[in-house]
């Protein structure tokens, strides 16, 4: 009875130890796999740190590369606005000459070609002068010339300057400036906020058919002033909201005979209120609702 039973232990014992044999030979092919899973990881994860590296070291070089490459096409441009600048102004200088008839009278088709001649040499030199500007900016070459500005006489000169071109087409153009702007003055390049009003306005002229309406507006909302050029043209699609900032581009659909744009006016002109920490965009309804441009300035103080 004694044996019988000692020897069914003995029997229970075996099979426990076999099942221990068992169970440590899958514990260890276990531990074997997952050791050769987390050396495996290791390896992929050196590989990727390597390829990191290498990505982040082209990454520099094509960033040196892309730098390099827009200073040598900044200093190409400026030195090229500047050997094209020459001609052009006597060009347009001997046009203005032959168009006052100083050397005898001209008939109708000669005085249409010398006109040609000249609009032709004023619209090239105002691209030639839009190039060299926006070849400054990105170079990081254009500097702010602050003075204290008057914001109501700035809009109201920069309307004068169009008011020509929108006789000329019987448009209406209204002028609103609130009265904390009246005699309000702003730290700001005053050449450029007026090269901005006037790109705006041409532009609203531009694409504004005859009769149409063109408004100016500014208000003042606690240290920010808003300034609002809107028309009753042509309008833009959703679309093309954002890419009318784009260097070179061009609206299509503009209005029969007045005079194209250089396509970097709207490219300088956010620029040039970026620079004074202000923003520009456009609004919309679409096709044949009219557009409305508008910019922010801060009521900044010159610092010394």
């Known amino acids: 009875m004694l044996w019988r039973r000692c020897k069914e232990q003995l029997n229970r014992s075996e099979k426990e130890l076999e099942e221990l044999k068992k169970y440590t030979a899958d514990l260890e092919r276990i531990v074997s796999d997952k050791t050769r899973a987390l050396e495996e990881a290791h390896m992929a994860l050196q590989v990727l740190n390597i390829k990191l590296e290498v990505q982040k070291t082209h990454a520099e070089e ?70 060299l500007d926006i070849s400054k900016v990105e170079a990081g070459k254009m500097e702010l010339d602050l003075s204290q500005v008057n914001i109501s006489v700035l809009l109201l000169g920069s309307a004068a300057m169009i008011r020509e071109k929108v006789v000329k087409h019987n448009i209406t153009m209204r002028i609103a400036v609130s009265d904390d702007l009246e005699t309000l003055t702003i730290a700001a390049d005053e050449i450029k906020i007026k090269q901005v009003m006037f790109n705006l306005l041409s532009n609203a002229a531009k694409f504004t058919p005859d009769e ?8 003042k909302q ?7 050029v809107a028309d009753t043209g042509i309008g833009i699609s959703p679309m093309e909201l954002e890419s009318i900032f784009d260097p070179f581009y061009q609206v299509s659909g503009g209005i029969k005979d007045k005079t194209p744009g250089t396509g ?8 040039f209120i970026e620079m004074h920490g202000g923003q520009l965009w456009a609004e919309s309804k679409g096709t044949g609702a009219g557009s409305t441009f508008i910019f922010t300035l801060s009521l900044r103080q010159i610092t010394d």
């Open 62 to 131: 094509s960033k040196l590369r892309a730098k390099a490459a827009n200073a040598a096409k900044s200093e190409f441009l400026s030195s090229m606005s500047h050997e094209l600048r020459t001609p052009l102004n006597a060009i347009i200088g001997f046009s203005e000459i032959l168009q006052d008839r100083y050397f005898g009278d001209l008939n109708e088709r000669q005085a249409d070609y010398i006109k040609d001649i000249w609009e032709s040499g004023k619209h090239l030199l105002a691209l030639i002068n839009d190039v």
């Open 212 to 219: 149409g309406e063109i408004s100016i507006k500014a208000t």
């Open 222 to 228: 606690d240290s920010i002033i808003r300034v609002t």
């Open 264 to 271: 970097l006016g709207l490219a300088l002109s956010r620029r």
